[in-house]
Nanobody, 124 residues
Framework: QVQLVESGGGSVQAGGSLRLSCVASAYISSVGCVGWFRQAPGKEREWVAVIRTASSTTYYARFAEGRFTLSQDKDKNTVYLQMNDLKPEDTAMYYC?????????????????WGQGTQVTVSS
């Protein structure tokens, strides 16, 4: 069982930046990949990005490409989501999730472990 704790959310103006952190209770290398999802009020949970922990290969949703960057610090068992040029439509609760399997997973059902979420609010 892996526990995940997100932090780093907050309120920023459009064009601003935030860095979200996801700290795992186990070695980050013990999970196959870590993904980020977001959910805005009244909308379905949406995949944002994923990192494969063994190779550090990253994948991004189209809206995140060029603005968001995933990285990992294995010594700290932490995955970071750097978000730049934030837009009001990025406003949502952001969740990190992990799965034991290595791969490219965009379906939230593939992830067994979830954090509690961190709120990101972007004002225009």
């Amino acid at each position: 069982q892996v526990q995940l704790v997100e932090s780093g959310g907050g309120s920023v103006q459009a064009g601003g930046s935030l860095r979200l952190s996801c700290v795992a209770s186990a070695y980050i290398s013990s999970v196959g990949c870590v993904g980020w999802f977001r959910q805005a009020p009244g909308k379905e949970r949406e995949w944002v990005a994923v990192i494969r922990t063994a190779s550090s290969t990253t994948y991004y949703a189209r809206f995140a490409e060029g603005r968001f960057t995933l990285s990992q610090d294995k010594d700290k068992n932490t995955v970071y989501l750097q978000m730049n040029d934030l837009k009001p439509e990025d406003t949502a609760m952001y969740y990190c999730a992990a799965t034991d399997w290595d791969g490219f997973f965009i379906n939230y059902g593939a992830y067994a472990y979830w954090g509690q979420g961190t709120q990101v609010t972007v004002s225009s």
